[in-house]
Every structure is written in structure tokens, then in C-alpha cells.
């Protein structure tokens, strides 16, 4: 079984910066593939961004340029820096791990508990 952790969530102005940090247990880290969902009051929750296991990234269109997801598998720790946020990102963020079994990441069963983040306006 996984155990993810998220931490770096607040509050910042529009314009400011954030990262996320989700940190993993297990001694197989190196082989998860993890992605950063998000979750908005009365929204569904959607993916933002995944990295593969070999360093692969996908974002979703809103958050192309602004957003960037890496990893430190020394630390079993995958990040994700955001960048010129918007009111628009509020929403508490999980981390997941699945898997990259094409060019797409699938989510898969294991979540954290998530990490708020608010952008005042």
C-alpha cells in the first residue's frame, strides 16, 4: 500500500506562486508514475499534471506555461511549482499514483489527503 502526503498549500494574491509538494512511502518510488489532480467547490475533479516514471510530463491546456511538475525520487518526492496563478486554480490538490501505459496518464486507486490552495483576487 501507498501513503502520499501533500503539503504547500495557502493563500497568494493572483499573480503569485506556489509549490506543492507530495511526498511517498515505499521503496518503489522510482517506478510510480504520479499526477496532480484538482478539485474545485461543485466541480468534478481533473488532472493537472503527471510525470512518468522515466520523467514524462502532461498538462492540462489551463495550466500549460504556468505550471511545472518534476520529481526527486532520492526523496520519493514529486513537485509541482505554480506559476502566475490565478483565482481560477483555487481548489484543493491530491496527488495519485498510476501509470503511463500509452502517451496519457491513468489515475489510479491511491490519493493523499489533499492541500488547499486559494488565489484571492
Known amino acids: 500500500q501507498v501513503q502520499l502526503v501533500e503539503s504547500g498549500g495557502g493563500l497568494v494574491q493572483a499573480g503569485g506562486s506556489l509549490r506543492l509538494s507530495c511526498a511517498a512511502s515505499?521503496?518503489?518510488?522510482?517506478?510510480?508514475?504520479i499526477g496532480w489532480y484538482r478539485q474545485a467547490p461543485g466541480k468534478q475533479r481533473e488532472l493537472v499534471a503527471a510525470?512518468?516514471?522515466?520523467?514524462?510530463?502532461n498538462y492540462a491546456d489551463s495550466v500549460k506555461g504556468r505550471f511545472t511538475i518534476s520529481r526527486d525520487n532520492a526523496k520519493n518526492t514529486v513537485y509541482l511549482e505554480m506559476n502566475s496563478l490565478k483565482p481560477e486554480d483555487t481548489a484543493v490538490y491530491y496527488c495519485?499514483?498510476?501509470?503511463?501505459?500509452?502517451?496519457?496518464?491513468?489515475?489510479?486507486?491511491?490519493w493523499g489527503q489533499g492541500t488547499q490552495v486559494t488565489v484571492s483576487s
Open positions: 510525470i512518468s516514471s522515466r520523467g514524462r510530463t
Open positions: 515505499g521503496n518503489t518510488f522510482s517506478t510510480y508514475a
Open positions: 495519485n499514483v498510476g501509470r503511463y501505459p500509452g502517451n496519457y496518464y491513468i489515475g489510479g486507486a491511491y
